[in-house]
């Protein structure tokens, strides 16, 4: 699976961006989704994630309410909607890919994803 991420962009706190996740070279519908992101200086974190149907989804806990993974399996597209930025979001997103099933804590795992695209830089301003 080949993975491009987009949509990453400079705004104000308080703003929104819409990230894009397209997946190529195999049936996407067959893969867990994930976002996770990495700031300046930290370790990369996973922000959130959604099953192979879209039915189920799963967040870190400082982006619930805010942000929103949705994906569209016909454009093999995953997106995260990120609304009410705070200056703590900016980052590089990263868009991941695997064939396991994940559940609860395993989201968090960076290492069972086995596809990566690459950052899109968010940089949110104060």
């Known amino acids: 699976v080949q993975l491009q991420a987009s949509g990453g962009g400079l705004v104000q706190a308080g703003g929104s961006l819409r990230l894009s996740c397209a997946a190529s070279?195999?049936?996407?519908?067959?893969?867990?989704m994930g976002w996770f992101r990495q700031a300046p200086g930290k370790e990369r974190e996973f922000v959130a994630g959604?099953?192979?149907?879209?039915?189920?989804?799963y967040y870190t806990d400082s982006v619930k309410g805010r942000f929103t993974i949705s994906r569209d399996n016909a454009k093999n597209t995953v997106y995260l909607q990120m609304n009410s930025l705070i200056p703590e979001d900016t980052a590089f997103y990263y868009c991941?890919?695997?064939?396991?099933?994940?559940?609860?804590?395993?989201?968090?795992?960076?290492?069972?994803?086995?596809?990566w695209g690459q950052g899109t830089l968010v940089t949110v301003s104060s």
């Open positions: 959604i099953n192979w149907s879209g039915g189920s989804t």
């Open positions: 991941a890919a695997t064939p396991r099933g994940l559940y609860g804590r395993t989201w968090y795992r960076a290492d069972l994803f086995d596809y």
């Open positions: 070279g195999r049936t996407f519908s067959g893969y867990s």
